[in-house]
């Protein structure tokens, strides 16, 4: 059964920082790309940020410089860590695992950004 599981969201002030983690089951978790895309009230899905099979990332523009993906392909993990967050990074994020054959999404996990 797949599985993936998002923790590290939560209640942060604007310029605080949040470590999101993807824990993953039930897949080849070293065959897949993985990724974490967000969605605020009223908008769509959309990328934040992915990480290839040989850990190469890539970034929305309104991310980049501020959010690090990273993934542990031994404890079939995933994170990103967020810093210097803005209200508008206020969403539900979710992790994402994609290959050629499939894609499997978590459950989601809510950021807010406030003070």
């Known amino acids: 059964q797949v599985q993936l599981v998002e923790s590290g969201g939560g209640l942060v002030q604007p310029g605080g920082s949040l470590r999101l983690s993807c824990a993953a089951s039930?897949?080849?978790?070293?065959?897949?790309?993985m990724g974490w895309y967000r969605q605020a009230p009223g908008k769509q899905r959309e990328l934040v940020a992915g990480?290839?099979?040989?850990?190469?990332?890539n970034y929305a523009e309104s991310v980049e410089g501020r959010f690090t993906i990273s993934r542990d392909n031994g404890k079939k993990m995933v994170f990103l860590q967020m810093n210097s967050l803005k209200p508008e990074d206020t969403a539900v994020y979710y992790c994402?695992?994609?290959?050629?054959?499939?894609?499997?999404w978590g459950q989601g996990t809510q950021v807010t950004v406030s003070s």
């Open positions: 994402n695992a994609n290959n050629y054959r499939s894609m499997y």
């Open positions: 039930g897949f080849m978790f070293s065959m897949y790309g």
């Open positions: 990480i290839t099979t040989i850990s190469r990332p």
